[in-house]
């Protein structure tokens, strides 16, 4: 008998218990990863005001709908497997089956119910929850009453930080901000730069912030507690620390923190608004004592520098059919994207090639190409090769030659 060429290594075959091991262990690392997510704080499924709740309760129904038609699909899917495999001579083998009356029946029936079900649901929630509408109920079987005065609170979107003007009671603050439980508030948002959103989770649904424009919110949260507010849309490198703290108390607590913003004495001016405007990051929380009358206006009319024209003059002047000799002038109070650039307070993430000039940050963000002069390379948002520190070389917009045939 000839032996084999090849000898047998000890370790050619699996130990019968190794593949057990690996799934045990596999499953206790799954069991782990699910007690860690147990503890995650869904606080959009738990929400602690009405619209909040409402909108929550809108994602039950609607997901709840929709599941009427995904598990029995994949409920069928593995008995029309099971029922139909090849080794199953029970059931019944018919190539020539093309059409069934009553599946069909069925198969458009049911989607084209549900599919009115969520359109209705849509169009009453729509209306129901719109963020312009002021609330009518404070909570279920709770609606509100004629004596209940709504708290206006005026949100301004900063580079990278929360502004909160309280007109009635003439504070303000920065990165925190405070409401009654059970009260109405009326939020009146706006930006000073660029878009962003404005979201409390356990309070209600995202608002965008948009500059020279106001969007508004009423909503209403019904526990005291501490809430954290954040902005859910980029704007720039402070966009991950730009949240804040929301307050809700009982209507003694609130008045202790009003009285104690307008203890704080600093008044908010033009002045102090635009220095508070300036980028920054990781602002704390602040209280300014007093607030300038119409300070919220002129932010909103992008106006708050002395000389600048506002956008509601603007919007009169077109209305008017222009200005005619006084265009140029007026031009030049309209000038609102470009003074940060003129101030040297312009935000580090507006780099080449948009600006025309080269990145401010000195580090180099993670897994790019070196800077130019740092181990060679061309770094993103760098400016190219032999422009210096101009704008984009001007065989970029140059117009292609020659015809295209189409």
Not at 309 to 324: F, N, P, Q, S
């Amino acid at each position: 008998m000839r032996k084999s060429m090849h000898p047998i290594r000890q370790n050619a075959y699996r130990r019968p218990g190794g593949s057990l091991k690996r799934k045990t262990l596999r499953g206790l690392v799954l069991i782990a990863a699910s007690v860690l997510l147990a503890g995650c704080d869904m606080v959009v499924m738990s929400p602690s005001g009405d619209v909040a709740v409402q909108q929550r309760n809108l994602i039950i129904a609607s997901t709840a709908l929709m599941l009427l038609v995904i598990v029995p699909v994949i409920a069928l899917t593995f008995l029309f497997a099971w029922r139909y495999r090849a080794s199953n001579t029970d059931a019944t083998y018919d190539p020539d089956f093309h059409h069934s009356t009553q599946l069909e029946v069925v198969i458009w029936t049911v989607p084209l119910l549900i599919i009115i079900a969520l359109g209705a649901m849509t169009w009453i929630s729509t209306h129901t929850l719109d963020p312009f509408r002021p609330l009518s109920r404070l909570a279920p079987n709770k609606p509100v009453s004629a004596d209940i005065k709504p708290l206006t609170v005026q949100v301004v979107a900063l580079d990278w930080k929360w502004l909160f003007i309280y007109p009635e009671f003439g504070v303000a603050s920065v990165n925190e901000m405070a409401a009654p439980e059970n009260v109405p508030i009326t939020f009146q948002i706006t930006s000073s730069s660029v878009w962003n959103t404005f979201y409390v989770p356990a309070l209600a649904g995202m608002i965008y912030a948009m500059p020279g424009m106001e969007t508004r919110l009423h909503a209403v949260m019904n526990e005291e507690g501490d809430f954290t507010g954040i902005s859910g849309h980029y704007s720039g490198s402070g966009f991950s620390r730009m949240n804040f703290g929301f307050r809700s108390l009982t209507p003694q607590g609130f008045d202790g923190w009003v009285a104690r913003a307008k203890a704080a004495g600093t008044p908010l001016d033009r002045e102090a608004y635009l220095q508070l405007e300036k980028p920054s990051e990781a602002e704390p929380v602040r209280f300014f004592g007093s607030v300038e009358s119409g300070l919220y206006d002129a932010i909103l009319g992008l106006c708050v520098i002395p000389g600048r024209m506002c956008v509601h003059e603007m919007h009169h002047i077109d209305r008017m059919g222009g200005a005619a000799e006084d265009s140029e002038v007026n031009r030049q109070r309209l000038e609102y994207d470009s003074r940060r650039v003129q101030e040297g307070d312009e935000p580090s993430g507006a780099t080449f090639p948009a600006s025309g000039r080269p990145p401010r940050s000195p580090e180099e963000p993670e897994g790019l190409i070196p800077r130019d002069g740092e181990q060679g390379g061309q770094g993103q948002g760098n400016v190219p090769p032999a422009t210096g520190d101009g704008p984009a070389p001007a065989q970029l917009n140059n117009p292609p030659t020659g015809t295209h045939q189409h």
